[in-house]
């Protein structure tokens, strides 16, 4: 592949993920005067965190493989590192908890929002939207998987409903990468049937 057909792929996953990471920050706003308002420090830059970036982005766009788009799996990437962008509240010290978007309420949310702008037709990846969902649940799922191994892994399970974080044990964080894995290559698969079927023919 060459470096002319390499660049629109990065630039669609780029506009992915940025869009992802907006809906992260709009659902952490449903937080908002839940917490008590307290500055968390910006991390410094250092080797813990550097490699806290590439696991996110590896693991997100390792669990959308599958899907065997080049945009998706930069946009997959990229989005499964940008979920933490909720913890911007408390670098500002506003009223609300850090990780609200470590949520299965937030993957609803940005599931149903992306696979919707999939089908207008300036979303910048042209996938089926069935598989823009997909991408968007195996990035919060992946994120998930990244946490329990490597950082803190108490997420906030059900924000914005409960505000309580809920730890998550190294086995659910495997079963959450392997999770992400298989809802992106059944949404390949089942997109790859629709396209082969003729309308008005039997199907072999
Ligand atoms: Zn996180």
Redesign the pocket.
Same mark, same amino acid.
Request: charged residues 45%; glycine residues 0%.
């Given at each position: 592949m060459s470096l002319k057909a390499i660049t629109p792929s990065i630039r669609q996953g780029l506009t992915f993920g940025l869009i992802f990471a907006l809906l992260s920050l709009i659902f952490s706003a449903f937080t908002f005067g839940r917490f008590p308002a307290a500055r968390i420090a910006i991390p410094l830059p250092s080797v813990d965190l550097f490699v806290d970036v590439v696991m996110h982005m590896a693991a997100g766009a390792l669990a959308v493989l599958p899907s065997r788009c080049a945009s998706l799996v930069v946009g997959g990437g990229l989005a499964a590192l940008l979920?933490?962008v909720d913890h911007i509240g408390r670098v500002l010290a506003l009223p609300m908890p850090s990780?609200a978007s $470590?949520s299965l309420f937030f993957l609803l949310f940005a599931v149903v929002i992306l696979a919707l702008l999939a089908r207008t037709k300036w979303f910048p990846v042209k996938e089926h939207w069935l598989l823009v969902g997909a991408t968007a649940a195996a990035a919060v799922l992946s $994120?998930f998987a990244v946490?329990a191994f490597f950082?803190d892994s108490a997420v906030r399970l059900l924000a914005p409903f409960s505000i309580a974080t809920v730890p998550i044990p190294h086995v659910a964080g495997l079963a959450c990468e392997l999770g992400a894995l298989a809802l992106v290559w059944a949404a390949r698969a089942w997109v790859d049937t629709r396209r082969h079927i003729v309308p008005g023919r039997p199907s072999p």
């Open positions: 979920v933490d990780r $470590h $994120h946490d950082s």
